[in-house]
């Protein structure tokens, strides 16, 4: 089991920036972990991902160029910067961990999630 908590959302203005967080408690760091968001009325969906054993990164074709993400795994923490902030990426943000995941953005693959950190971007 992983134990995963995040931190850093808040209200910003379009155009602005956050940081997100997610540090996982477990005795084996998680393979892969993911940044998902749920939208008001909307289905969750993934935004970013990395390999954690080799810091590889894959986004969402909605988010890239805009959010990078990163991991120090001296801390066990994973990270989302998000710059050029747009009202559409209101959501609640959510901290997934796997092991031996085939898709990175089913769900399903997933073993554990983060309680969520809400974002909002409005004027």
């Known amino acids: 089991e992983v134990q995963l908590v995040e931190s850093g959302g808040g209200s910003v203005q379009p155009g602005g920036s956050l940081r997100l967080s997610c540090t996982a408690s477990?005795?084996?760091?998680?393979?892969?972990m993911t940044w998902f968001r749920r939208a008001p009325g909307k289905e969750r969906e993934a935004v970013a991902t990395?390999?954690?054993?080799?810091?590889?990164?894959t986004y969402a074709d909605s988010v890239k160029g805009r959010f990078t993400i990163s991991q120090d795994k001296a801390k066990n923490t994973m990270y989302l910067q998000m710059d050029s902030l747009k009202p559409e990426d209101t959501a609640m943000y959510y901290c997934?961990?796997?092991?031996?995941?085939?898709?990175?953005?089913?769900?399903?693959?997933?073993?554990?999630w983060g309680q969520g950190t809400q974002v909002t971007v409005s004027s």
């Open positions: 997934a961990a796997g092991f031996g995941v085939r898709n990175w953005v089913r769900e399903s693959d997933y073993i554990d």
């Open positions: 477990a005795s084996v760091y998680p393979s892969r």
């Open positions: 990395i390999y954690t054993t080799i810091g590889t990164t």
